[in-house]
């Protein structure tokens, strides 16, 4: 009796596992009537060598066992059943589908190919059925194993309240480096290149958190202006590193390269976040391409409209919305989130509109299926787990609603810090509230201040620069006439919109980058540095470059006089930071005396040296504050339950356009005051002493920072 070709294999784990002597293919599809697999020519990928049909069908999961084939594989998955877009299925044996858990992605998708599963120009659209083949224009998976050397590679696992994330692009921060050689530039070896690294810890940095990694597509509509998705929020296969960002190939190099850089970084002591988008994929809307999903299971991967399935729910702007409530879709995610964790070795991740997979069928819920199945998972539960906390649909912004396990960007720090030193009115409770850990948004739900993921900027809006250069949009480059990208930035240009040979603007603008570094690192919560602002990168205006991959969005390494001053004054205010453990508390502030301590944990003053009151911080005019933060004073031990003892600063703020003459609080305050930062004058560690109940006079549109010694 002949062998059959196809053995009837195993339905886990999904994807496509390398046993030795053959592969075992396990692709889920709750729809389909049948599957096949494809293998292509390693030597002419769109060339078609065989089909085999998957012959078991278990749990939905259609599997089978082909022997013989040997890593390296090129393949691509085949499903047939109906084509009926009304009722939410589309189905088309003729588009090649790409594996969602394919390790490794060979080529990009080429839109010039019939990779619609409709006939474009049809008057009837995505109801019409397009026969074409489209195994030319779509990627292939790799068959891999997991096979790496490690060398007992050790994850930093830096406590969250120690931590200095660097948000950073592959390409973007390595592409010009003078020191990477050239054909290793904008890949992953070069961000474990040894200038990468001794650049990141000279900056204290202990996790990378890296745009997105996952590969993706470039939508047509990009390039077809010659502009590309240089963000990389448009994703297909959320198991595979982008080859794109590879030095050494995409046949499973890219694979390897990247946990090269993962087992670089974690021996410099710095852990690796990875962007994740699970939010949406780059297949659109119901116009969209078919490439795996809307392929595979249209019904089961995304959130179609009840009462009309054809079109989808689109809480992201994007087309589509992932389905976290399908049991398989939401499967999906926490594989993944596994592999990445389990396989190549990350240490968290950043939820891109994060909202979105908190959504059940009734709305926004902290108990959604997602964060109970994260929540419970004994790897994911241990990792770093941040949120964008809004998405686009209705009652979108969650900022302070995730659950207790869940750090979050902090918009609303980002926006009173911007507006506070604009000089905005009305500012003075809200900025009491995200100085110090933002308790007012994280407190009540059982979390601390490291719950607060503060910045001041990231990828998406302008960087710091142009934070202080710029009133308004520039985004021309986009070829958008400007409409895209956030129209209200709370920024300000000191006075001329654009660069300036005005001397004064210019020093303005470098005062101002410094009191916002300044904030930063003097803010309870998690400081987040955008790579570049430390040297103060332009995108010229563009507040939205997510199409521009180059020189726009490129950090430039060849700094004037004053980048170099301003990375200078970064670095140590990042070592001020690990110097002073009032800084990094891992409890929100009680206002009163701890242990025995002298002085209270936190106290805030008038700039004539009183405690500040209620109606204070009521008055819409209040631009000049002071904090106190009591060294002795720190409620939590050490790990070895010792009691720490710090330092006591106080810090003088002044947002006020002109100099105010802060009144230093009285003798039972502090004895003798050090001036360690001068935000006005561009150092740290001036060693200049002012007595108690002494004056310190404060630029306009500054801030100080007075140490008083511990004593021992």
């Not at 189905?91 to 190919?113: C, E, I, W």
């Not at 810090?417 to 009491?432: F, H, L, S, T, V």
């Not at 006439?481 to 709370?490: L, M, S, V």
Request: charged share 25%; hydrophobic share 35%; proline share 5%.
């Amino acid at each position: 009796m002949k062998r059959a070709e196809v053995l009837p294999g195993k339905p886990y784990p999904l994807g496509a596992t390398y046993l030795g002597n053959g592969v075992n293919f396990a692709v889920f599809s709750e729809h389909a009537r049948k599957v096949e697999v494809c293998i292509f020519d390693p030597e002419q990928p769109s060339r078609e060598l065989r089909r085999y049909v998957l012959p078991e069908q278990t749990q939905h999961v259609w599997h089978g066992f082909i022997p013989g084939l040997q890593t390296g594989t090129l393949y691509g998955l085949r499903a047939h059943g109906a084509y009926e877009p009304r009722r939410g299925l589309r189905f088309n044996p003729h588009k090649l589908l790409v594996d969602p858990y394919a390790r490794a992605l060979h080529g990009q998708v080429d839109f010039s190919a019939p990779v619609y599963a409709y006939s474009l120009g049809e008057s009837e659209q995505d109801l019409s059925f397009d026969t074409r083949d489209s195994a030319a224009g779509v990627p292939k998976g790799v068959v891999l194993t997991d096979d790496f050397d490690w060398e007992g590679d050790s994850l930093p696992s830096v406590s969250w309240n120690r931590t200095l994330i660097y948000e950073a692009h592959v390409k973007g921060l390595t592409k010009l480096h003078p020191a990477i050689p050239e054909h290793l530039r904008g890949t992953y070896a070069a961000m474990a290149h040894p200038a990468i690294l001794q650049h990141l810890t000279k900056l204290g940095v202990t996790a990378v958190e890296l745009l997105p990694i996952h590969a993706h597509v470039d939508e047509p509509f990009l390039v077809n202006k010659g502009l590309t998705n240089y963000w990389g929020y448009s994703t297909l296969g959320y198991f595979s590193p982008d080859a794109r960002f590879s030095a050494s190939g995409s046949r499973g190099g890219q694979v390897v390269e990247f946990k090269s850089m993962v087992k670089a970084l974690h021996r410099a002591g710095i852990e690796v976040i990875l962007d994740v988008v699970y939010n949406h994929t780059c297949e659109g809307n119901h116009l969209g391409p078919t490439l795996s999903f809307k392929g595979l299971d249209n019904a089961a991967y995304y959130r179609l409209l009840d009462k009309d399935p054809r079109y989808y729910q689109d809480f992201t702007g994007t087309g589509n919305s992932w389905n976290a409530t399908h049991p398989y879709a939401l499967r999906l995610v926490m594989d993944s989130l596994r592999y990445w964790v389990q396989v190549m070795h990350v240490d968290g991740f950043r939820f891109d509109l994060a909202t979105t997979l908190g959504r059940d069928r009734y709305g926004y819920d902290t108990r959604a299926a997602f964060f109970q199945m994260v929540h419970q998972d004994p790897v994911l539960s241990r990792v770093k787990l941040i949120a964008e906390p809004w998405d686009v649909g209705d009652f979108g912004y969650q900022v302070g609603n995730f659950p207790v396990m869940w750090s979050e960007w902090n918009g609303k720090y980002r926006d009173t810090i911007r507006r506070y030193w604009k000089g905005d009115d009305r500012q003075a409770a809200e900025i009491g509230y995200r100085l110090t850990g933002s308790s007012d948004l994280f407190a009540l739900s059982g979390r601390k201040p490291t719950a607060s993921v503060n910045f001041i900027t990231a990828h998406d809006g302008f960087t710091l620069h142009d934070l202080v250069t710029y009133s308004q949009k520039h985004n021309e480059a986009n070829l958008e006439e400007n409409r895209d990208g956030a129209n209200d930035n709370h920024s300000w240009n000191c006075g001329v919109e654009g660069e300036t040979p005005d001397p004064v603007i210019t020093e303005l603008r470098e005062q101002q980058k410094r009191n916002f570094l300044a904030t930063l690192f003097l803010s309870q919560g998690v400081p987040m540095l955008l790579a570049g602002d430390e040297m103060g990168r332009t995108q010229r205006g563009n507040n939205n470059a997510y199409c521009q991959d180059n020189a726009l969005s490129w950090v430039d390494w060849n700094l004037s006089e004053s980048q170099r001053k301003l990375l200078d004054f970064t670095c140590l205010l990042s070592r001020l930071r690990r110097e002073q453990p009032v800084l990094t508390k891992r409890k929100f502030f009680r206002g009163s005396h701890i242990w025995d301590s002298e002085l209270k944990d936190l106290a805030w003053f008038r700039p004539d040296g009183q405690e500040m009151k209620k109606e204070d911080w009521e008055k819409p005019y209040v631009r000049s504050i002071s904090f106190l933060l009591g060294g002795d004073a720190i409620a939590t031990p050490d790990d070895e339950g010792n009691r720490i003892v710090g330092d006591t600063l106080l810090v003088l703020m002044n947002a006020h356009h002109e100099p105010i003459t802060f009144q230093l609080p009285a003798i039972e305050w502090g004895a003798d005051w050090e001036e360690v930062v001068d935000t006005g004058q561009s150092r740290v560690s001036l060693h200049t002493h002012t007595p108690a109940g002494g004056s310190v006079v404060v630029a306009g549109r500054a801030l100080v920072v007075l140490r008083r010694p511990a004593t021992e």
